[in-house]
């Protein structure tokens, strides 16, 4: 599957892709997670978003893949990838993975020579750590879900 990606400040949305970036959002980590939380937490308007639609194929134009940076400062001293998603369907194909890259290539282009922080779900670390992810600390838990805290340096 090709995959179109961009890559919008969050002025930048539509009001159409914003409500498609939510309801994503929403569908994997309140829905599939049963996890009720505040998807909306005020940081969004400070940060990068990494959007992947399908650029062929049945499902032409549909986002199947996001995630966002937030800016350094704001939630850690480093830009920070969250929000990672892959549409369920994608799952277990690569496309994770394709996802991580471009975010990984992405922020190095934006912030040059700085580290990037997550807070990973504790099962997915061995994924991270393909990326150059560390762990940093000891687990806890994030709306009810073991999270690890991880550094991937310059």
Known sequence: MQIHWDWFRFDG????????????????FVVEQNCPYLDCDGLDQQSWHLLGRAADGP???????????????????????GRVISDERLRGSGMGRVLMAEAVRRCDE?????????????HL?????????????EPYLEDNIPHQE???RP
Do not use: C, W
């Open 13 to 28: 949305f539509s009001t159409q892709t914003l409500y498609e970036v939510l309801h994503l959002r929403q569908r994997v």
């Open 59 to 81: 499902h032409q134009g549909e986002l199947l893949l996001y995630l966002r940076v937030v800016d350094p400062g704001l939630k850690y001293a480093e830009p920070s990838i």
């Open 110 to 122: 934006a912030y040059p020579g700085q580290p990037n922080r997550i807070s990973a779900q504790a």
């Open 125 to 137: 670390a061995k994924f991270y750590g393909g990326f150059g992810f560390e762990p940093v600390g």
């Open 150 to 152: 991880m550094l991937r």
